[in-house]
C-alpha cells in the first residue's frame, strides 16, 4: 500500500509564503516524476509544478519565478516553496506521484488528499 500525505496549507496575506510538503509511505521500490496540482471548487485541476526523476524543474508559467519545486529522496518527501502568493493561487493543492511499489512490476499514479492554500488580506 502507497500513501502520499500532504501538508503545509493554510491562510496567508497576499505577498505571503508558504511551504507544502507531500510524504510519501508505504512498500516503495521507486519513485519516478513527483508534481503539485491545483483545483479551485469548479474548476478542472491545472498543473503546478513538476520534477522529473533526472531532478529537472517544470513550472506553470503562472507560478514560475514565485515557487520552487524539490524533493528530498531518502526522505521520499516532495516540497513546493510558495513565495509573493496572490489571491489567484487559493486552491487545494495536491501531491502526485509515478510509484514502482516493490514486488510489483507496474508503475502507477498516486495523489494525495490535498491541502487548502487561501490567499487572503
Known amino acids: 500500500q502507497v500513501q502520499l500525505v500532504e501538508s503545509g496549507g493554510g491562510l496567508v496575506a497576499p505577498g505571503g509564503s508558504l511551504r507544502l510538503s507531500c510524504a510519501a509511505s508505504g512498500t516503495i521500490e521507486s519513485i519516478q516524476n513527483m508534481g503539485w496540482y491545483r483545483q479551485v471548487l469548479g474548476k478542472e485541476r491545472e498543473f503546478v509544478a513538476f520534477?522529473?526523476?533526472?531532478?529537472?524543474?517544470h513550472y506553470a508559467t503562472s507560478v514560475e519565478g514565485r515557487f520552487t519545486i524539490s524533493t528530498d529522496t531518502l526522505q521520499n518527501t516532495l516540497y513546493l516553496q510558495m513565495n509573493n502568493l496572490k489571491p489567484e493561487d487559493t486552491a487545494v493543492y495536491y501531491c502526485n506521484a509515478y510509484i514502482l511499489q516493490r514486488n510489483s512490476e507496474r508503475t502507477l499514479q498516486y495523489w494525495g488528499q490535498g491541502t487548502q492554500v487561501t490567499v487572503s488580506s
Open positions: 520534477q522529473a526523476s533526472s531532478g529537472t524543474p
